[in-house]
């Protein structure tokens, strides 16, 4: 078949490795796409949120699969567009609904979902611009430090933890009178912190039946010992060593199970992945939040440990049929670091020239920022440049290899954390 991938990163690269490796991936097209993807598919200069253009080439390359990467346009309600339109409604499109990807769109009607399905999370409560005050007064509810989120899309940065009451107070203004997330913040979630360690738990449903992906743990922070600004992210490891039988267990019962039903319960069509964002405090799983859409830098460890065919899965959640499925799991532990502009995640420049990619033999490359010049030469063209996955019998030996390989490849600003995996020994 021929499939039309929307995204431009780590995340799109890795999963465009994955169905090139599929008999039933008759053509493959990336759209915008990277350097990376551009090596195995076709990339397609396109906005993704651009309907009417992805509908020109849905119909003009003959796409019989949309695989929607990034969150923007699950947001915008492109799955609805398709399954409207009678020139395209036959495409399978992997991605949910615009009712579905509101669970990522908007963190009150998140946690407002969490409420109606009796799934663990923190105590919150939300406030538009006209409730400054009341914002204000509740942090007297809640225990330093603040958990500020703006409502919708903030491309991860959207989320502020402050420890100090009257910092916290300006956040508020800053957020919702002073437009600091622009639309993303015109409502403001605060909730209380939970004292615990994340990780991230990857579940593929058809809207009945639902598989659990391979758990991760992400490094959000630019700084080393996680501090400093929240960026993209700056790593990844899976599997998370402290989620053993027992808590996978408890969090599939209590979490996983009560998200799919919940969907099922308010008829919300869901057809595609479910991110779900998880505090482990003491032993048991709060849920901080849902995306609607594999994470990055995530995928670039969760789908490489996957060694089905991942088209075959996926073109069983049209037909809900994914209770066919046995999933083989790669039972090493996969690393991935991310090597990043100078200045990230604030400005940076772009257009460094890389150097150094022959050099790599015990790591996978995936482009994340790279394109080519016109000197044909790779170069970045993003703040989060690449990610360096490798395996491993453990967590230690895998990133031992992708930190080797960080030490040869070159560009000016190049920069990493070095402390990945040091809060799991």
């Known amino acids: ?220 922070r630019i700084g080393e010992g996680d501090t400093g600004l929240n960026t993209g992210g700056m790593g990844a490891i899976s599997p998370v060593p402290f989620a053993d039988e027992d808590f996978m267990s408890h969090v599939d019962r209590d979490i996983i199970q009560p998200t799919i039903n919940g969907l099922a319960q308010e008829n919300i069509d869901y057809k595609g992945f479910v991110f779900i964002g998880l505090m482990k405090v003491e032993n048991k799983a709060y849920v901080i939040e849902y995306n609607v859409r594999m994470g990055d830098p995530e995928t670039e460890v969760v789908i490489p440990r996957i060694q089905n065919d991942l088209i075959e899965v996926l073109s069983l959640l049209e037909t809900q049929e994914l209770n066919q499925i046995n999933l083989n799991l790669d039972q090493r532990t996969a690393t991935t670091l991310m090597l990043v502009s100078g200045g990230y995640p604030e400005a940076y420049e772009k257009g460094k020239k890389i150097t150094g990619l022959e050099n790599i033999t015990e790591t996978k490359i995936y482009h994340a920022g790279t394109t080519y010049n016109k000197n044909k030469d790779l170069i970045t063209n993003g703040g989060r440049v690449l990610a360096l996955t490798s395996f491993g019998k453990d967590y230690k030996e895998a990133l031992q290899k992708s930190y080797a390989s960080a030490e040869k490849i070159n560009f000016e600003g190049k920069n990493f954390r070095t402390d990945l995996g040091q809060d799991l020994a």
């Open 1 to 220: 078949m021929n499939i039309l991938l929307l995204g431009s990163g780590g995340r799109e690269h890795a999963l465009a490795t994955k169905f090139i490796e599929s008999p039933l991936c008759k053509k493959l097209y990336v759209a915008p796409g990277n350097a990376g993807t551009l090596e195995m598919a076709t990339n397609v200069s396109l906005n993704v949120n651009d309907f009417a253009a992805v509908k020109k080439q849905l119909i003009d390359l003959k796409i019989d699969m949309l695989v929607v990467g990034p969150e923007d346009p699950l947001v915008n309600g492109i799955t609805d567009f398709v399954k409207k339109d009678e020139a395209i409604q036959h495409i399978k499109v992997i991605g949910p609904s615009q009712a579905g990807a509101a669970l990522e769109g908007s963190k009150e009607r998140a946690k407002q979902f969490m409420e109606a399905h009796h799934i663990p999370t923190a105590k919150y409560k939300s406030f538009n611009k006209s409730e400054v005050q009341e914002a204000k007064d509740f942090l007297d509810e809640m225990n330093p430090p603040y958990v500020l989120k703006a409502d919708g899309l903030a491309a991860g940065k959207g989320v502020l933890i402050i420890e100090n009451k009257a910092e916290a107070e300006a956040e508020i203004e800053a957020m919702l009178t002073g437009h600091k997330f622009g639309k993303a913040s015109e409502k403001l979630v605060i909730e209380e912190f939970l004292s615990g360690i994340e990780l991230s738990v990857f579940v593929l449903t058809d809207g009945k039946n639902y598989i659990t992906l391979p758990n991760a743990k992400d490094y959000k």
